[in-house]
């Protein structure tokens, strides 16, 4: 299997080399979430804790009959599906109560996914006649604009706990560490900063052998530099903090020096910044701040 950043690589690098040609099929990162923005009201909330993968939507806007609807799927404990609507209490203009004590139906066994927290594969195919029914008791505090919750949710005597709080801002750091495991052949340096979904399909020896044959193709890679802040971002649908930032790649195989321009996107996960795409300039959206073309010089 070839995971997604090597084919993003083989498109970057090799695109700027003339009559090179990619010895990885195209691939593409995995969605952050497989439900459409249609899917979600607009006062919808998903949260993940990013060291449990626990799951928790609720939605909170006043008008919508969906208020007070909610999810929650913790591991060890199960997925949980209220019969009724929570209470919502506003607490300050930014802090939201929800609690819920009341019947459920509920899976034992959910499947967690770890990039997106709840798999969609399994609810999407999720019958919920054949749940069974049982007593949950369930607290949440929501700061609705830092996207931050904390849920306790008590079932058969248990008490499970999903924090989803936001990650420190110390991204530049992994970056700097990526950059300079890129520009020195440091594949198993860079592997550490995969999304764990990407680790968990392709083990260390491949990667390694994928960028061994990429950079024979493509030409050694002579420094990566930063050339932007990081830009930080949360997001409500998705359950996951986000940063961006731009790099260039300067190649030279002796004669022939390319430069190419990327936009690495990054997302937290169990307690660490990682890579999540690697964006060329034909892939920038309009919204977007540009990137520069590839440059070839003798």
Same mark, same amino acid.
């Given at each position: 299997?070839?995971?997604?950043?090597?084919? &993003?690589?083989?498109?970057?690098?090799?695109?700027?080399?003339?009559?090179?040609?990619?010895?990885?099929?195209?691939?593409?990162?995995?969605?952050?979430?497989?439900?459409?923005?249609?899917?979600?009201?607009?006062?919808?909330?998903?949260?993940?804790?990013? &060291?449990?993968?626990? #799951?928790?939507?609720?939605?909170?806007?006043?008008?919508?009959?969906? =208020? /007070?609807?909610?999810?929650?799927? @913790?591991?060890?404990? /199960?997925?949980?599906?209220?019969? /009724?609507?929570?209470?919502?209490?506003?607490?300050?203009?930014?802090?939201?109560?929800?609690?819920?004590?009341?019947?459920?139906?509920?899976?034992?066994?959910?499947?967690?996914?770890?990039?997106?927290?709840?798999?969609?594969? #399994?609810?999407?195919?999720?019958?919920?006649?054949?749940?069974?029914? +049982?007593?949950?008791?369930?607290?949440?505090?929501?700061?609705?604009?830092?996207?931050?919750?904390?849920?306790?949710?008590? =079932?058969?005597?248990? %008490? =499970?706990?999903?924090?989803?709080?936001?990650?420190?801002?110390?991204?530049?750091?992994?970056? &700097?560490?990526? !950059?300079?495991?890129?520009?020195?052949?440091?594949?198993? +340096?860079?592997?550490? #900063?995969?999304?764990?979904?990407?680790?968990?399909?392709?083990?260390?020896?491949?990667? $390694?052998?994928?960028?061994? $044959?990429?950079?024979?193709?493509?030409?050694?890679?002579?420094? @990566?530099?930063?050339?932007?802040?990081?830009?930080?971002?949360?997001?409500?649908?998705?359950?996951?903090?986000?940063? !961006?930032?731009?790099? *260039?790649? @300067?190649? %030279?195989? +002796?004669?022939?020096?390319?430069?190419?321009?990327?936009?690495?996107?990054?997302? #937290? *996960?169990?307690?660490?910044?990682?890579?999540?795409?690697?964006?060329?300039?034909?892939?920038?959206?309009?919204?977007?701040?540009?990137?520069?073309?590839?440059?070839?010089?003798?």
């Amino acid at each position: 299997m070839r995971v997604w950043l090597v084919a &993003a690589l083989a498109s970057l690098l090799l695109a700027s080399c003339s009559g090179a040609e990619s010895p990885v099929a195209t691939s593409t990162p995995p969605a952050a979430n497989t439900r459409s923005p249609e899917d979600f009201a607009p006062g919808s909330y998903v949260f993940i804790d990013q &060291a449990t993968n626990a #799951y928790f939507d609720v939605e909170l806007e006043p008008s919508l009959r969906q =208020f /007070g609807n909610f999810l929650i799927a @913790v591991p060890g404990g /199960g997925l949980f599906i209220p019969d /009724g609507p929570a209470t919502v209490t506003k607490q300050a203009p930014r802090i939201t109560l929800v609690t819920y004590e009341g019947p459920a139906r509920f899976d034992r066994d959910p499947v967690f996914n770890s990039y997106i927290g709840l798999d969609w594969d #399994y609810t999407a195919n999720l019958s919920t006649n054949a749940l069974e029914t +049982g007593q949950i008791q369930l607290v949440a505090i929501v700061d609705e604009v830092d996207v931050e919750a904390r849920v306790t949710l008590t =079932f058969e005597g248990h %008490h =499970f706990e999903l924090n989803h709080e936001h990650p420190p801002r110390n991204a530049d750091e992994i970056l &700097a560490d990526m !950059t300079v495991a890129m520009a020195r052949g440091d594949w198993a +340096g860079l592997y550490e #900063y995969l999304n764990p979904v990407d680790t968990e399909s392709l083990s260390l020896d491949e990667f $390694e052998d994928d960028m061994d $044959e990429l950079v024979a193709a493509s030409g050694p890679i002579e420094s @990566v530099e930063v050339v932007s802040s990081v830009d930080y971002s949360t997001s409500r649908l998705a359950g996951f903090h986000g940063a !961006t930032v731009d790099i *260039k790649i @300067v190649q %030279h195989d +002796g004669t022939t020096e390319t430069i190419s321009w990327a936009r690495v996107r990054m997302i #937290y *996960k169990r307690d660490a910044w990682r890579i999540s795409d690697l964006v060329p300039p034909e892939r920038i959206k309009d919204s977007e701040p540009p990137l520069p073309q590839s440059d070839r010089s003798e």
